[in-house]
């Protein structure tokens, strides 16, 4: 049978609240009352609880209006691949701003951004980009934030 | 007059340059969140908080309402003129105000909507006033059990009002505890759930998370469709904007109306602006002599439903100052701000910092003249952002979330941590689990452990605490109750629906 997305989630979540459930019980027990391990066991068992009726829903005849697939208005192979883009480009971003300091990777995310995912042209991407750079970069430097600087400002 | 005086000292602090400036940032900022679709209060608020540290605690509440209240009124414009709802709480506001557009009265339906939201704002204030002192008297006898089972009760009603599933909200709420529990235990000085990295140790900000779950993964959404709309508008001078006397006639009671359904829904943990608009659309339709025209442009269905999600968002406070427990995800942000500024809000609040509750009261009473004179002349400048591409403002938004991150402990493991947060918020909204059940949990998510502990000790452990003391008690019937109702409606719903 084809699993719905709802009971693949089920599935995961079921398994992270078996998990945390065995990882509290390693905790020490508290002297009186409950100890570090209490709340996080329950909190698993809840978990497992719950995410086991995600999986059983469907076989109970209750999958309907558990999860009304929407269909995309766009293509929908393009907007998947557009989150994933967007998603590596962020990263990216992240990963560039230790090594080449925020300002430069800020208008080089800019650019990338408006013109990979949004296919824009590069003008409009790259002002936004040294504007957003240079505000952020001041604004923040003013409210006493080391940003990382990066080779450019030798820093 | 006790209050009166208090409220004497908040204009005073008010009324101090500084936090007028904040206040009319918050405003404008909030005016242009509200304008801006595809970013919503919780994000914005989000966003900004790192420009509130190492600020006086009372300006930084006077900003981050200022951004709360001012998105209720700006997601009304767009509604009107183009039916682009900025925000899920001006939808009704897009059905009867663009129909008022289309038929050439679109002006007057700016200008009652801000009028509305004027007096309800206004009202609500004053009711919040009122209300939330006397509760706060209340909740100061209250112990750890009553407070445990008063955050399990907002827990769960706001697990099961935000979403359309209850269990997949309950599931939202368990995450979001179990992402409080992160770090090293106070009690035991145990470091739980921390995988071995030395960066969770101090637990996961709420911030992270809020600017992942909230600000980055509206984004990823958004860039699907890659939908950047660039509506036209018509000018529209100050005189067209202002309703005439039988438009006036229609409209007063539903303002009134609203403001009532909207302030008492807003204090209900999990109900808030958006439920509240609906609910006041839908008591106009029943109450009107012309209920048919309802859908052709109903004064009455801009009045009340633009004046309910004003009064809701005043309403909203009321829990979040005086008991301590937020009931959506943009109260629950504001108060993890509040907490990272060293202010708890919760009934001593009123004993201890007493400032920050009156100087917030005044600034809504200022901020709400301030957003009537904003919004009636300067409606078409507001509007203009909506020439900012997404494309472009997207990655500012990017950009910015980034570097507030990074702000809160100059650390790029944060800002990692909100990209994932990022992807898992992106999730989340793919398979409808609600967010807000999840941020509430994680800012609540150790006052809650400790209440619990607390109770337990004060028992010998035993569990029966909670069933013996008359308020834990009847809040646990209460909530025992609202599920049966709910199951039992379900159930009944069953062959209909299949």
């Not at chain 1, 090594?99 to 408006?114: D, I, K, Q, R």
């Not at chain 2, 309703?243 to 009532?260: A, D, H, M, Q, Y």
Request: glycine letters at 12%.
């Amino acid at each position: 049978m084809r699993f719905e997305a709802d009971q693949v989630v089920g599935l995961v979540l079921a398994a992270l609240g078996a998990g945390v459930m065995l990882v509290s019980r390693s905790y020490p027990a508290g002297r009186v009352g409950p100890g570090p391990g209490t709340l996080p066991f329950l909190l698993g068992a809840a978990l497992f609880l719950l995410a086991s009726y995600l999986v059983a829903a469907p076989f109970l005849g209750r999958s309907r209006g558990m999860a009304a697939r929407k269909e995309e208005p766009a293509g929908s192979g393009r907007s998947w691949l557009n989150v994933v883009l967007a998603a590596i480009l962020l990263a990216a971003y992240i990963g560039a701003i230790g090594v080449l300091g925020y300002p430069l990777s800020t208008v080089l995310f800019v650019l990338a951004h408006t013109v990979l995912v949004y296919r824009r042209s590069w003008k409009p991407g790259l002002l936004w980009g040294i504007g957003v750079a240079a505000g952020c970069y001041f604004l923040f430097s003013w409210l006493g934030v080391p940003l990382p600087k990066g080779f450019l400002l030798g820093g | 007059m006790d209050a009166l005086a208090s409220l004497g000292q908040g204009f005073s602090l008010a009324l101090q340059p500084i936090n007028l400036l904040y206040c009319a940032l918050g405003v404008t900022v909030g005016t242009l969140i509200g304008v801006l679709p595809g970013v919503g209060p919780a994000s914005g608020i989000a966003l900004l908080i790192p420009f509130t540290f190492g600020h006086d605690p009372v300006s930084a509440l006077i900003l981050l309402c200022g951004i709360y209240y001012g998105a209720m009124y700006g997601g009304s414009t767009t509604s009107i003129l183009a039916n682009i709802p900025g925000e899920s709480s001006s939808v009704m506001t897009a059905v009867e105000g663009f129909e008022m557009t289309k038929q050439g009265r679109g002006g007057a339906a700016l200008g009652i909507a801000a009028f509305g939201s004027f007096i309800a704002g206004t009202l609500g204030v004053v009711a919040l006033m009122a209300f939330a002192p006397s509760l706060a008297r209340v909740a100061i006898s209250f112990g750890e059990p009553e407070y445990f089972a008063v955050m399990v009760a907002a827990f769960c009603l706001v697990s099961a009002l935000t979403g359309k599933s209850v269990v997949k909200g309950l599931i939202s709420t368990v995450l979001g505890l179990l992402l409080s529990l992160v770090g090293i235990d106070p009690v035991s000085g145990i470091a739980r759930f921390t995988a071995g990295r030395i960066e969770l140790l101090d637990g996961i900000s709420f911030l992270v998370v809020a600017i992942g779950i909230f600000a980055v993964a509206e984004i990823f959404e958004n860039v699907e469709t890659l939908l950047s709309p660039v509506p036209r508008f018509t000018r529209m001078s100050l005189r067209q904007m202002l309703p005439n006397l039988e438009e006036w006639r229609r409209s007063i009671w539903p303002i009134l109306r609203g403001t009532v359904i909207g302030f008492f829904t807003g204090v209900l943990p999990g109900a808030g602006a958006t439920i509240a608009s609906f609910l006041s659309y839908a008591v106009e339709k029943s109450v009107s002599r012309h209920p048919e025209r309802f859908g052709k442009g109903a004064i009455e269905g801009v009045a009340g439903p633009e004046s309910a999600n004003n009064a809701a968002s005043a309403g909203s406070l009321v829990p979040m100052l005086t008991l301590g427990i937020p009931g959506s995800g943009s109260t629950a942000i504001m108060m993890g701000a509040l907490m990272m500024l060293n202010v708890t809000p919760g009934p001593l609040l009123f004993r201890e910092h007493p400032q920050v509750f009156w100087g917030l009261v005044a600034s809504m009473y200022i901020g709400n003249v301030m957003l009537l004179a904003l919004n009636l002349p300067l409606i078409g400048a507001f509007v203009q952002v909506l020439r900012i591409p997404y494309s472009t403002l997207s990655a500012v938004i990017l950009a910015l979330s980034c570097v507030g991150v990074f702000s809160l402990n100059y650390s790029l493991s944060d800002v990692w941590l909100m990209f994932i947060f990022g992807l898992v918020g992106y999730a989340m909204r793919k398979l409808e689990f609600p967010m807000p059940p999840m941020v509430l949990a994680l800012v609540l998510g150790t006052r809650t452990e400790r209440s619990l502990r607390l109770s337990l000790l004060l028992s010998d452990g035993s569990p029966a605490i909670f069933f013996t003391r008359p308020i834990p008690l009847a809040i646990f019937v209460a909530v025992a109750l609202y599920f049966l109702y709910r199951g039992w409606r379900s159930l009944r719903a069953r062959p209909v629906q299949a």
